[in-house]
């Protein structure tokens, strides 16, 4: 019997701190318990050209870089990722499940970057034949428990002042109001506290 979560494209994705890489493994592993064949993908990166882009857009060295130049880098990372790995992977009828997508560059470039999310949502129809998940979990955070939980030296998009990362949050919050198939979640909690939030949304939505 087919499985009801096969073809599926499902991201998470956030605010810097948001938890969503663990999240992302642990729903992963969640899934494959189910008996659903998963395969899991972080973006920017996972391919050979999207690591070198993710590297690019990254370092803490590249002040100079402009939002438009980071909405063009993180597209093509996307759209390397989507013909390389994701669709292969739909084709299949994996349940294919993301750290980050689409979502974060209208978030961060679209809405905090003043691109305008619109500008991007119009640049990846161009670029992805499938722009949107079938659910997209968006992990809210306040900036206080987000930086709490960044160590390390931050990248150059953590390095961003407060005031952007405030308005990334609004951004995300934002989409929620204005996109089908996207829920929130709140990841305030404990990760236990938070996974079993993101399996009832999924469980709900499919």
Known sequence: ?????????????GPDGCGKSTQAKLLAE??????????????PGDTAIGEKIREVLLNPEHIAMSTATEVLLYMAARAQ???EKIAPALMQKKCVILDRWLSSTCAYQGYAGGFGINQV?????????????????????????SA??????????EAKPRQYHQKVRE??????HQQKNFLIVDATGEIETVH???????????
């Open 81 to 83: 990722l989507w013909g």
């Open 196 to 206: 079993k939030k993101v399996i009832e949304v999924v469980e709900k939505m499919f």
């Open 171 to 176: 951004g995300f919050l934002e989409l929620v």
């Open 121 to 145: 949502i119009k640049l990846a129809a161009d670029s992805l034949k499938m722009p949107w998940p079938d659910l997209t979990i968006i992990l809210d955070v306040d900036l206080e428990t």
């Open 148 to 157: 709490n939980r960044l160590s390390g030296r931050p990248d150059r998009m």
């Open 1 to 13: 019997m087919k499985n009801k979560y096969s073809g599926k494209f499902i991201a998470l994705d």
């Open 30 to 43: 969640w899934l494959k318990g189910q008996d659903a064949a998963v395969e899991s993908f972080r973006d």
